[in-house]
């Protein structure tokens, strides 16, 4: 059973940043593709960020140039650096992971964390 335990949320002020972190159990970590979402009060859950397991990104526009996923296979971690950070980014944030890469991009991985919230204020 794979199990996927965030970490690193938080308060920040608007212009800060946070290091959102990882930790996958249970698979091949280096043959699993990772993503990151999130989901704000009364939105839909929307994908932020996802790496393959060779490493190829992909970012939604709005976080485009501000955030950095990454990934460490000897640690079983996936991370997500937030810089310039605004209130919009306000929300719980989960990774996620599957081994289609076209699942995660699709937004339905099979495995998820319990999330971690990101809350930045004005």
């Known amino acids: 059973q794979v199990q996927l335990v965030e970490s690193g949320g938080g308060l920040v002020q608007a212009g800060g940043s946070l290091r959102l972190s990882c930790v996958v159990s249970?698979?091949?970590?280096?043959?699993?593709?990772m993503g990151w979402f999130r989901q704000a009060p009364g939105k839909q859950r929307e994908l932020v960020a996802s790496?393959?397991?060779?490493?190829?990104?992909n970012y939604a526009d709005s976080v485009k140039g501000r955030f950095t996923i990454s990934r460490d296979n000897a640690k079983y971690t996936v991370y997500l650096k937030m810089n310039s950070l605004k209130p919009e980014d306000t929300a719980v944030y989960y990774c996620?992971?599957?081994?289609?890469?076209?699942?995660?991009?699709?937004?339905?991985?099979?495995?998820w964390g319990q999330g971690t919230q990101v809350t930045v204020s004005s």
């Open positions: 996620a992971g599957d081994r289609s890469l076209l699942r995660v991009r699709r937004g339905i991985p099979e495995d």
């Open positions: 249970g698979s091949a970590f280096s043959t699993y593709d």
């Open positions: 790496i393959s397991g060779v490493g190829t990104t």
